[in-house]
């Protein structure tokens, strides 16, 4: 069982900068491959960014890319999601995922624990 607690969140203005962090409690963390998705008022979940195990290679929407950056410290049990150039269409839920997948999934079905998410809100 893994628990995920996300933290970060919150209002800023377009063009501004933000960090999110989710925590995760439980063994074996670093056997999970952590992504982020987020949901926008009356619309679905989207994918934003996934991590392998080992933090190599992460993977990125076209929508984030270029502007967002995905680490994680598996020391620490924690990753990071820093968010950069934020855009008004960046205004949503953010929520972490953990998985045992092998790959860096965009898909939520292969994350197996998620985080109650954090608000993000980008005023223009």
């Known amino acids: 069982q893994v628990q995920l607690v996300e933290s970060g969140g919150g209002l800023v203005q377009a063009g501004g900068s933000l960090r999110l962090s989710c925590a995760a409690s439980g063994r074996a963390f670093s056997s999970y491959t952590m992504g982020w998705f987020r949901q926008a008022p009356g619309k679905e979940r989207e994918f934003v960014a996934a991590?392998?195990?080992?933090?190599?290679?992460?993977y990125y929407a076209d929508s984030v890319k270029g502007r967002f950056t995905l680490s994680r410290d598996n020391a620490k049990n924690t990753v990071y999601l820093q968010m950069n150039s934020l855009k008004p269409e960046d205004t949503a839920v953010y929520s972490c995922a953990a998985g045992r997948t092998y790959y860096s999934s965009t898909y939520p079905y292969d994350y197996d624990y998620w985080g109650q998410g954090t608000q993000v809100i980008v005023s223009s």
């Open positions: 991590i392998s195990r080992t933090g190599s290679s992460p």
